[in-house]
């Protein structure tokens, strides 16, 4: 039973992380492929550690926790990075795509 | 929104707490021993680091960041599902676009949290606070900040700035009460 479980979690979990991948490859721009890697990874990486923390708990005697840590240390880390990336490609100006709309709220920088 | 906790030699009480609990999670154990040593690595660490921090303010209402912080998981699945539809769908139809957000948020640490949640939930990712701190004259506050962000599939920029402010900021701001 939770053999199956596992699979089930590791399987969402490897489709999502092949999504943001995916992401990073098709989209047009550098600020659209900031979204793939930003969140489509985060739910992947959950239920990978979450299936980490049911095989690891079936293994030894007592629950394995230490995949929780991981899971919040990613969830703080994740945005921080993401907000890093795209301020400094705002301040190397980089080319967002034709269609993009709203670029007059972009502030130029001192 | 208050900086001063209730008990001097309890100065950050979440703080502690998170201590306490990562402490636990590292040992991987419940034994009495690490117990002990995680209550005393709780109150220990805030009380010796506490001169060398800028005061945060504090979370006046725990059970209303709790729920907070349920809510802002479950969006995050939602948000995957979400950006994965869109990723994996036409990308010619997409419209990006960047989206300014008037901030009622005062203080930074708030206005970060804020930021974070955006980047992780539907479609967008927060890209910057407005003014510039380096546009302004030492020391001084501005009157009205912004935060700009980008959105992947952009169709209603009132409606989502509407939903950044209701589901996001006005919890938060309840929170810290600023």
New interface residues.
């Given amino acids: 039973m939770s053999e199956w479980i596992i699979s089930i979690l590791l399987l969402i979990g490897g489709?999502?992380v092949l999504?943001?991948s995916?992401?990073l490859v098709?989209?047009?721009?550098f600020?659209?492929r900031?979204?793939?890697p930003?969140?489509?990874t985060?739910?992947?990486m959950a239920s990978l550690l979450t299936a980490a923390m049911i095989y690891f708990s079936q293994l030894q005697t007592?629950i394995?926790?230490?995949e929780?840590?991981i899971s919040i240390f990613l969830?703080?880390t994740?945005?921080?990075s993401?907000?890093m990336l795209?301020?400094s490609a705002?301040h190397h100006k980089l080319k967002?795509?034709e269609?993009?709309?709203?670029?007059g709220?972009?502030?130029d920088?001192? | 929104m208050r900086l001063e906790a209730r008990f001097a030699w309890l100065p950050t009480p979440f703080r502690s707490l998170m201590l306490f609990c990562v402490w636990l999670l590292l040992n991987n154990s419940l034994s009495a021993g690490h117990i002990l040593l995680g209550l005393i690595l709780a109150i220990v660490i805030p009380l010796a680091t506490q001169p060398f921090r800028t005061k945060q303010p504090l979370i006046l209402k725990p059970g209303l960041a709790i729920r907070h912080l349920f809510l802002v998981l479950y969006d995050i699945i939602t948000a995957n599902v979400q950006v994965a539809l869109l990723i994996l769908g036409p990308t010619k139809r997409l419209k990006p676009g960047f989206v300014k957000v008037p901030l009622d948020l005062s203080h930074s640490m708030p206005i970060t949290i804020l930021a974070s949640t955006v980047s992780l939930t539907p479609g967008t990712v927060s890209a910057e606070v407005y003014p510039w701190r380096e546009s302004l004259p030492d020391g001084s506050k501005p009157e009205k900040r912004y935060l700009l962000i980008h959105v992947l599939n952009l169709e209603d920029e009132d409606a989502l700035i509407q939903t950044i402010k209701q589901r996001y900021e006005a919890p938060l701001k309840e929170i810290f009460e600023c």
Wanted: hydrophobic share 45%.
């Fill in positions: 489709f999502f999504v943001g995916i992401g098709k989209m047009p721009d600020f659209m900031l979204h793939g930003t969140k489509a985060t739910l992947g007592g394995s926790a230490k929780v840590l969830l703080l994740a945005p921080i993401g907000y795209i301020k705002i967002s795509i269609r993009t709309s709203g670029k709220n972009i502030e920088d001192v």
